[in-house]
């Protein structure tokens, strides 16, 4: 492995409920100054990640499959109390503290997700996100098996300081779903900013607009091309199976304190449920005109529903995700529910709010044509150049 793409050491998880440093300033007319980006001194790395400054530093990948974590509660600690539930792995116990995902745990829940719980290592206290991703049919376990290796591929690869970080996963091989241990973003998503901003009846402002553009490029230049935009003189990984994600939206574009830089938290893309890759095509696992998950109302012009049920219809891939993360920033300047194409055709994709370079910039991103829009690493010049002239970490 290279040394540009070693492994980046991750600081650990602030406890649950600290402040969101950042959040206050990315609402126009509100006087809280923005928090500084100095880190919390007592952060140690996640688990034993290897020093990525190290070119034979070893990356944890263990095989799969692995046996399923032990169930198990503790006594109570005083008459009426629920007992403590735990997941212990090879490599660690986790208390599980509550579900972040209520929606997943209810029967009629038909995702690809059985829950999604806050868990913390019983030895060391750091926070976690417990992703169990259903198995229960032979296409959800090919569902479940493609987004562990889409995470697993961008683990070995480094990781992008802007995508969600795989820390372990586990299986049987005969229960209904895997576990997927992720890092947990202590600041929400970019879906409860939009409610934020509602509530409020503030707008997000311009600049804040750019550092939400600015990480998700990050990511998808990663993703799609192998390239680590936040190292010096970086370059595409060399016959890298490119990912697509295919399901960017507010509530699965996270906001993070850790390694944060700037009065902004860090954006985290997270979520790679919908994921295909290129060798997935090459080899038949997946068709290049016909997706079966992703969420309706998020898909670009040029793709559609099958009224019979057959999947969603249309050539998809690298464009899909430009377009996605374009309409991301339009719904949350708009402060709208699902992005509108027809405000794009009109010139004006963010609206008057903000200004002529991020209306342009957003344009060209969802643009009608998918031949006309730009990949990720053609944007990072000109993003980082609007970023310097705004005074704001790229």
Known sequence: MPPAYQLRE??????AGADMPGLASAFEQISIPPATSERRRDFQPVLELPDRRRSDAPVYAPSIPQRM??????????????????????????EIIKSIDPRSDKPENKGMSYGIHLVRNIKTGFLFVEKRIKMNTESRKERAIAEVDALLQIRRAG??????????????????????????????????IIDQSLKAERHVTDNFAWHILTGVTKALCFIHDG?????????????????????????NVFLSSRDQK????????????????????????????????GTPDWH?????????????????????????????IQVMCRRVVYPRQELVDE????????SGDLNNMIGRTMHNEYVKRPKAVDMVGEIRRQMAMRGLVF
């Open 347 to 354: 010139g004006r994709p963010c609206g008057r709010r903000y």
């Open 300 to 328: 670009p012009p040029e793709i559609h529903m099958d009224p019979d049920g057959a999947g969603i219809l249309g050539r998809y891939g690298i464009p899909t995700d430009v377009w996605q993360m374009g309409a991301i």
């Open 69 to 94: 974590p032990q169930m198990a509660g503790t006594a109570a600690t005083h008459p009426g109390a629920k007992p403590t539930k735990f997941l212990r792995t090879d490599k660690a116990t986790y």
């Open 227 to 251: 390239l680590d935009v936040d190292l010096p003189n970086a370059q595409a990984q060399p016959r890298w199976n490119t990912i697509c994600h295919l399901d960017l939206k507010p509530g």
């Open 10 to 15: 991750r600081p650990t998880e602030m406890s």
């Open 262 to 293: 700037g009065s902004y938290p860090r954006v985290v893309l997270g979520d790679f449920g919908c994921t295909v890759t290129w060798d997935d095509i090459k080899t038949g696992k997946a068709d290049r005109a016909t997706q079966w998950h």
């Open 159 to 192: 990781c992008s300081y802007s995508i969600n970080l795989i820390i372990e996963r586990f299986w049987d091989g005969a229960t209904a779903y895997c576990s997927v241990i992720l890092e947990h973003c202590d600041g929400g998503t970019v879906a409860e």
